[in-house]
């Protein structure tokens, strides 16, 4: 809906207004306005999306082999079933995000090739002014909203993380980043480098292998991983007995949930024993010669970083086949045919693969202003992982790291949902979070845990994130298991909530 400006705009003549603006078109994003148009069917809303398509993380990356790391029970919405097999491709999560938009009629909500450039709040207006560029035209628009509701995720969608190495630029062969895989990519008969040691190597690995010449992992350091059949036994079993698959997928995702769960409480409260049956796994798979001291057996304690789950051991079975090996070392510098290592050793490469990571990007790379100040996120404290002391009306949905991120798009959205007509209720025009008279003293601490967790992409760019404090109230918990039952409790009138009229 067109409405007079209440903003002098240089650039742009109309803007809209909407209640509610959802950034991103990712699971996230798609999940929100699903939950947003069935809980609250008369807000308005637009969803705002920078690609010219939905599926976020799933629509960016399409290096071969492209798949989930969790099972798409969890990792796909508690109100839409899952029909196939647990660990999907991202052509199958986009086409069951599709079905989702299409069967809601999110469609016409949502604006593709919107890129957000800025979002600055009006305490005065209490409204949010929100610039995008369209990235076909160039054109800029202005939106206002009540409420900004980020699922933007939490790493740059156009460019991966590459480091620079010793002389890089000597390399005559081809370096790419499995998140900007370039589609004239031939990899048939090729010597393939992969960088790396997490889920994108384990992913390429297997799917490359069985054409190009040879393919090497090489990581400076080895992860978990587990492994077991691409399918749900309790699933078939309930299937045979046709049970409806809305069944399927509750029954499924609740004895997912119950394992994970035992499965985290143990890495912490046995993590000997969780570490000895991930490596006894690895061992069995590849056999007594094999070295897996060096290759498998990472330093760190199970769980500080995700753990991919390797469907049909197709990794394990690449290696055992001999088309792919893994080398554990250190890169002194690139040659001009390929990479040579602190051992001395040389490997030949006709192609690199820098699956290297990520870079973080702080809301979106948004310019965040309130009352005409720009908002620095490191200086705010996070109410729970969605909310931020200073920055009123936004929720931010940061999902989970060992349990499916999307648990937490349920969370966030009831709290959302629950949150904007209790502020009708009040005649409030604006929620912030602010730390109570009990919060004084609490220990103000980085955005997550580096002992509880400490991904490359998180540590090199904490500076950047968010507070939490050491209450519950203050952090992000990453435990899915309390939160669940915690937010539905919230107290909205609780004193660390301000509302504004
Ligand atoms: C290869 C890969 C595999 C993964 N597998 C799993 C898994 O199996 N299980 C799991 O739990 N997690 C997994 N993750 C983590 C994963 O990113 C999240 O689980 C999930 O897909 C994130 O969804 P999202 O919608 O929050 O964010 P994203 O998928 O990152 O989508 C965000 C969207 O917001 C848009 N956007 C960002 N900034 C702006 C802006 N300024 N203006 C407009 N639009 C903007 C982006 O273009 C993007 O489309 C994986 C990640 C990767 C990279």
Redesign the pocket.
Known sequence: MNQAAPFSASKARTIEHFEVLI???????IGSAYQLSKKLPDASYVV????ESF?????T?RYPG?R???DLHT?GYSFKPWVGAPIATATEIKSYMGEVINENGLDRHIRYK???LSASWSSAQNLWTVE?VRTDTGETLLFTCSFLWM?????R?DEGYTPEWAEMDKYKGRIVHPQTWPEDLETEGKNVVVIGSG??AATLLPAIADKCGHVTMLQRSPTYFRTGRNAIELAEELRKLQVSEEWVHEIVRRKILYEQDAFTRASFEKPEKVRKDLLDNIRNLLGPDYDVDTHFTPKYRPWRQRIAFVPDADLFKAIKSGKASVVTDEIERFTETGILLKSGKELNADIVVTATGFHL?VM???AFTVDNQPVDWAETVTYRGMMFTGVPNLAW?F??FRA???LRTDLVAEFVCRLLPHMKDKQAKSVSVTLRSEDKDMPILSWIDPENFNPGYLMRDMHRLPKRGDKREWQHTQDYWVEKDEFPTIDLDDAAFRYGT
Do not use: M, N, P, R
């Open positions: 950034v991103g078109a990712g699971i996230s994003g705002l999306e920078t690609q599926g976020g993380t799933w629509l990356h492209i989930s790391d969790s990792f919107h890129k957000i995008a699922c933007q995720g939490y790493y969608h889920a994108t990007s979106g790379d948004i949905v999902g989970y499916s991120w999307t």
